[in-house]
């Protein structure tokens, strides 16, 4: 094994180790053989003065090869005085071999009891002056830099330690930790770093107020959401800010060699810590098969959901990457994003799927093999005031991209559908669930391309979805407004709502419908009050919710399969799929009366259309011939 090189921190620290071998190898001879022996025609100390420079050239030896030099001290851990104690360790036993080539006499005045005495004065001198070391220039760099926040720790284990460890190093960048609480017994009333182990989480709200905690930083990554909700409701009554601590892994950035440590990954708590379920995970080596090497198109990839398609799929080896959206300024910013963190160029596509024509241009030039349908508009209120554009964008526009891909020959074509497509009460809903039947009724007609459509609720964090609009309520000051107190939705994250996507493609062949259990839904009002609770306010007492009454459109309760489809297992546990139903073979022409009806803009007429088609009231086609509806397509 190399020696480290040579710099001048390494001679000083040689030196220094030097002078503590040999103080320690003298008071270990004064220990054993007693302060008489101190004389200077004294044989045992003669001999111990000729040997001492052979110890201390194997003991330097040893530690270079043990690299204890390359250790600074500043950052000395227990790793490093087990290093401190192996190389101590290894320069006796070779000293001793020595001193049994040297003669009997020598090994006599080096007896074993000596020799155990001074391996322990050095392992402890050596230890003491680094950790001394460490000490003294962690206190230097405290500094007054910024106000001290007093913190509360949850989670006396290994999180815990760490995060209590780090700021007690970092007391001066503005956080300083004074206790801890866990629901562990055998933890109560014990001691980490010097902080007390002061109760439980039952205590938080109590303690945090007895002792003026400014900062409630939740260490517990294997937390469910559930435990993480209890806690937050715990400290309701405490204006604290809340932040969580993630897996350890990765809450130790640094490196190795030199033990450097920070808490960079201490974040505020999300709203998706607050799931009332555990997050779906999904094996995305096993979808980069189908991916892998295709030319892959993305529609309204500019969207919430189309721009998270993106990066997910970006990662995935895709020949070509097209982004497609109508919106230059969002499909210029993800084209953009996966440029510099992915180092793919993407191609950008300006075009409307509104624009049959252009599609066609759009997928002759292109050849896209896989193309995943997001772009639609989904904001409820908005789309019963205008049904038109609902109708031109969710119908129109699906029933052009999913012709013109099949008509191209696409292999894998996924359409992004929604839980307001079950016996929708809304336009938005109803369009989409037409979308839907358009899909089924395509997969049937060109047995080439593998038609799939995705199911899901409300995705987290998505624009103009109700949890950015509730943070931003509560950043004015509130009031929080919720339409109903007992309506609930299915919740999913976005990362969860792509993966489901991605698997779909996977799985699906002839129209199916893929569902993700989404687990329980949750009641909004409860939302909003963890919401508030996670800005360190007080639900009702410094954030008021106000009920402004159902709108146009919603529904109390969504559902996410209708009576009639069956839901089925698939190789996913957290996925499910229902079998495509049979399509009214008059579809094709109720859709063009209302594509029809929305280009002329009979707004009133359009609307009840909409919902009869979505829930399959499809008239007759002696009624359409009488009406003169029907259009050329």
């Not at 006499?105 to 020799?115: A, D, E, H, K």
């Not at 190093?169 to 300083?176: F, L």
């Not at 294997?222 to 400290?235: E, F, H, L, M």
């Not at 999913?402 to 497509?421: I, P, Q």
Request: aromatic letters at 6%; glycine letters at 8%; one cysteine or more.
């Amino acid at each position: 094994m190399p020696l480290p090189p040579i710099s001048r921190r390494i001679v000083g620290q040689i030196l220094i180790d030097a002078a503590l071998v040999s103080a320690a190898n003298l008071a270990s001879f004064l220990l054993k053989h007693g302060s008489s022996s101190l004389r200077s025609d004294n044989a045992y100390l003669q001999t111990v003065l000729v040997t001492l420079p052979l110890l201390v050239t194997l003991r330097v030896v040893a530690f270079g090869l043990f690299r204890l030099y390359r250790i600074r001290w500043r950052y000395m851990s227990v790793h490093d005085l087990k290093t401190v104690a192996g190389a101590t360790t290894l320069s006796t036993v070779v000293f001793y071999g020595f001193l049994r080539v040297l003669g009997d006499g020598v090994p006599w005045v080096y007896s074993w009891g000596m020799q155990i005495i001074d391996w322990v004065l050095t392992i402890c001198l050596l230890s003491g002056v680094r950790i001394g070391y460490r000490l003294w220039s962690d206190k230097s760099l405290e500094t007054p830099s910024l106000p001290s926040q007093r913190a509360l720790i949850v989670g006396a284990g290994d999180a815990g330690e760490t995060v209590a460890r780090e700021l007690l190093r970092r007391s001066a960048e503005g956080i300083v930790p004074v206790g801890f609480v866990d629901d562990e017994p055998k933890r109560r009333g014990t001691r980490i770093h010097g902080l007390p182990v002061l109760g439980t989480t039952q205590d938080i709200a109590t303690l945090a107020q007895k002792i003026g905690v400014e900062v409630i930083l939740i260490a517990i990554p294997s937390a469910a959401g559930k435990t993480i909700r209890d806690i937050v409701a715990r400290c309701e009554a405490v204006p604290a800010r809340l932040c969580l601590v993630p897996d350890i892994t990765d809450l130790i950035e640094g490196s190795s060699a030199t033990g450097i440590s920070r808490l960079t990954s201490i974040r505020a708590v999300k709203i998706e810590d607050l799931l009332r379920r555990e997050p779906v995970q999904t094996d995305m080596a096993e979808l980069a098969g189908y991916l892998s090497g295709q030319r892959v198109l993305v529609t309204g990839a500019g969207g919430s959901i189309g721009s998270e398609l993106c990066r997910q799929i970006a990662g995935l080896n895709p020949a070509r990457l097209l982004l497609l959206g109508r919106g230059e300024n969002s499909i210029f910013e993800i084209e953009q994003e996966l440029i510099r963190e992915f180092g793919i160029a993407p191609i950008a596509i300006i075009a409307d799927v509104k624009d049959k024509d252009r599609l066609e241009e759009v997928f002759l030039a292109e050849r896209p093999t896989v193309v995943f349908h997001a772009a639609a508009h989904k904001h409820v209120p908005l789309m019963e005031a205008s049904p038109s554009e609902a109708v031109k964008n969710n119908v129109l526009g699906t029933r052009n991209i999913a012709e013109v891909a099949a008509a191209c020959g696409v292999r894998k074509f996924v359409y992004v559908s929604t839980d307001k497509a079950v016996n929708p009460e809304s336009v938005m809903g109803a369009t989409k669930r037409i979308g839907e039947q358009i899909v089924s009724s395509l997969s049937r007609q060109h047995l080439g391309t593998e038609f799939a459509v995705v199911r899901f609720g409300n995705v987290l964090g998505s624009r103009g979805s109700v949890v950015p609009t509730m943070q931003k309520q509560i950043a004015r000051g509130g009031p929080i407004t919720v339409t109903d107190p007992q309506m609930t939705r299915y919740f999913m994250t976005i990362p969860e709502a792509v993966q489901l996507i991605l698997q779909a493609g996977a799985m699906g062949k002839h129209g199916e419908t893929f569902l993700l259990d989404m687990g329980d839904p949750v009641r909004i009002l409860d939302l909003a009050r963890d919401l508030i609770r996670l800005s360190g306010l007080r639900p009702d007492v410094d954030i008021k919710i106000e009920f402004t009454g159902v709108r146009p459109g919603e529904k109390i309760n969504e559902e996410l399969l209708y009576a009639s489809e069956a839901r089925c297992p698939t190789a996913h546990a957290k996925i499910s799929v229902s079998e495509s139903g049979t399509t009214s073979p008059l579809l094709t022409t109720v859709v063009d009366r209302l594509i029809r009806l929305a280009c002329e803009g009979e707004r009133d007429t359009l609307r009840e259309e909409i919902l009869r088609v979505a829930r399959g009231e499809v008239p007759t086609a002696e009624t359409v011939f009488v009406a003169g509806t029907t259009v050329r397509r």
